[in-house]
């Protein structure tokens, strides 16, 4: 198959299917997330908690029955996710470790206060050889050094670099404090001794262009947030990656009634995107594995701010005309909607959005307002799947 064809709905179903937000789940329990996280390549981290933090916020989403406790399992227990450096803070498959091995020794080379780090680097070692997991309080070096941002303490310093440089992994969290140990308790010795499967540094940038354009479902060659985290990735880089994937037969173009751009696919997802085609109205969809053809209920989510649907907010607009803005960076006096209001998804449209605030004292869930988009008609069905989308949020956010 050479190229694609795909009106605007079949184009949304398509990108719904991939991300696991199209009918029925297909996607449950702790194998559910692991399946989700292994064909997204990562889902993004950030520590801010409104009404539970991003990473949790996508899986919910997604996820039949999923419980925070699920997702530390799988970081912290079962050890088959890592928390990596990969679009920004991100939670990775533990098997994608060896990957990222140039950007591990990246930080080798530009880490600042580096002989003050170092001198502390195996004194704290073995500290926790004899002792286990510990947290930048536990160590009794509060000098200061300067580190990427700011000065910070010695001992959380060296912890980074430790932790930057892959000899230290995050052994687990406590109230977000991060504790840590040695890589090899917390890595399999046949992942950490894995050789880097991207030695050469445009192949790297190849793998990670893909795993972006798998992670959407579509995705364009264009400056995108989709591409954060891949360092110095330049428009005649991207442009040589794009030619090489599409000459390898990896990618395949996709053209969109209405848009201007050409958007690609990874050609193994292509008879999946061309089934988009088989149906001319989806709203109410079940995908099997091979299909984006459908006959459920329609399904109605919250999605989160930096959720992996979200990376190109100007593909959102152009493939939905829903034009989404984070808004919590932005002074309160200049914000249209609210410090963290997160998408609403209702069958295969974007509706409007939400601000949910969870209370952890009284374990109550505030919505503070909801913004229907414009051309929505507001329907009691509407409502009714609203309210019960609500109703299961404040569950998830109490688990």
Same mark, same amino acid.
């Given at each position: 198959?050479?190229?694609?064809?795909?009106?605007?709905?079949?184009?949304?179903?398509?990108?719904?299917?991939?991300?696991?937000?199209?009918?029925?789940?297909?996607?449950?329990?702790? %194998?559910?997330?692991?399946?989700?996280?292994?064909?997204?390549?990562?889902?993004?981290?950030?520590?801010?908690?409104?009404?539970?933090? @991003?990473?949790?916020?996508?899986?919910?989403?997604?996820?039949?029955?999923?419980?925070?406790?699920?997702?530390?399992?799988?970081?912290?227990?079962?050890? %088959?996710?890592?928390?990596?450096?990969?679009?920004?803070?991100?939670?990775?498959?533990?098997?994608?470790?060896?990957? =990222?091995?140039?950007?591990?020794?990246?930080?080798?080379?530009?880490?600042?206060?580096?002989?003050? #780090?170092?001198?502390?680097?195996?004194?704290?070692?073995?500290?926790?050889?004899?002792?286990?997991?510990?947290?930048?309080?536990?160590?009794?070096?509060?000098?200061?050094?300067?580190?990427?941002?700011?000065?910070?303490?010695?001992?959380?310093?060296?912890?980074?670099?430790? *932790?930057?440089?892959?000899?230290?992994?995050?052994?687990?969290?406590?109230?977000?404090?991060?504790?840590?140990?040695? #890589?090899?308790?917390?890595?399999?010795?046949?992942?950490?001794?894995?050789?880097?499967?991207?030695?050469?540094? =445009?192949?790297?940038?190849?793998?990670?262009?893909?795993?972006?354009?798998?992670?959407?479902?579509?995705?364009?060659?264009?400056?995108?947030?989709?591409?954060?985290?891949?360092?110095?990735?330049?428009?005649?880089?991207? @442009?040589?990656?794009?030619?090489?994937?599409?000459?390898?037969?990896?990618?395949?173009?996709?053209?969109?009634?209405?848009?201007?751009?050409?958007?690609?696919?990874?050609?193994?997802?292509?008879?999946?995107?061309?089934?988009?085609?088989?149906?001319?109205?989806?709203?109410?969809?079940?995908?099997?594995?091979?299909?984006?053809?459908?006959?459920?209920?329609?399904?109605?989510?919250?999605?989160?701010?930096?959720?992996?649907?979200?990376?190109?907010?100007?593909?959102?607009?152009?493939?939905?005309? =829903?034009?989404?803005?984070?808004?919590?960076?932005?002074?309160?006096?200049?914000?249209?909607?609210?410090? *963290?209001?997160?998408?609403?998804?209702?069958?295969?449209?974007?509706?409007?959005?939400?601000?949910?605030?969870?209370?952890?004292?009284?374990?109550?869930?505030?919505?503070? @307002?909801?913004?229907?988009?414009?051309?929505? %008609?507001?329907?009691?069905?509407?409502?009714?799947?609203?309210?019960?989308?609500?109703?299961?949020?404040?569950?998830?956010?109490?688990?």
């Amino acid at each position: 198959m050479k190229e694609l064809n795909l009106t605007l709905n079949q184009a949304k179903r398509f990108i719904l299917y991939k991300q696991g937000l199209l009918g029925d789940h297909r996607f449950s329990g702790k %194998k559910g997330i692991l399946d989700f996280v292994r064909q997204a390549g990562c889902i993004q981290f950030d520590p801010i908690d409104v009404c539970r933090r @991003n990473a949790e916020l996508v899986l919910q989403s997604r996820v039949a029955g999923f419980t925070k406790q699920m997702l530390y399992e799988l970081l912290y227990e079962d050890r %088959k996710l890592l928390d990596n450096f990969d679009k920004n803070l991100a939670i990775i498959p533990v098997e994608n470790w060896p990957n =990222f091995k140039r950007d591990r020794d990246w930080h080798l080379e530009h880490e600042r206060s580096f002989d003050e #780090i170092q001198q502390a680097c195996d004194k704290i070692k073995a500290i926790i050889k004899e002792r286990g997991p510990v947290c930048s309080a536990d160590l009794e070096m509060s000098e200061k050094v300067d580190w990427y941002w700011t000065t910070t303490k010695l001992s959380r310093a060296a912890l980074e670099h430790m *932790y930057f440089r892959g000899e230290l992994a995050i052994h687990h969290k406590n109230k977000g404090i991060k504790y840590y140990d040695l #890589i090899e308790r917390c890595v399999p010795e046949k992942i950490l001794k894995a050789a880097d499967p991207y030695p050469d540094d =445009f192949d790297h940038k190849k793998w990670r262009v893909l795993e972006r354009i798998g992670s959407l479902g579509l995705l364009w060659n264009r400056p995108s947030d989709a591409w954060l985290g891949i360092g110095d990735l330049k428009a005649d880089t991207r @442009n040589k990656i794009f030619d090489s994937l599409l000459q390898e037969g990896r990618i395949i173009p996709v053209h969109v009634e209405g848009l201007k751009h050409i958007l690609y696919c990874l050609s193994k997802d292509a008879k999946i995107a061309a089934t988009s085609s088989n149906s001319a109205t989806c709203s109410n969809s079940t995908a099997s594995s091979n299909s984006a053809t459908c006959s459920s209920p329609t399904r109605c989510e919250f999605i989160a701010a930096l959720d992996n649907m979200m990376w190109d907010r100007n593909l959102i607009k152009a493939i939905w005309n =829903f034009d989404y803005k984070w808004e919590i960076y932005t002074p309160a006096a200049q914000r249209k909607y609210g410090y *963290y209001v997160l998408p609403i998804l209702y069958g295969e449209n974007l509706i409007g959005r939400i601000e949910p605030v969870y209370d952890k004292k009284s374990k109550q869930l505030q919505v503070k @307002n909801i913004w229907y988009e414009p051309e929505i %008609k507001i329907t009691k069905k509407i409502e009714a799947a609203v309210a019960a989308t609500t109703k299961r949020f404040e569950k998830f956010c109490r688990s």
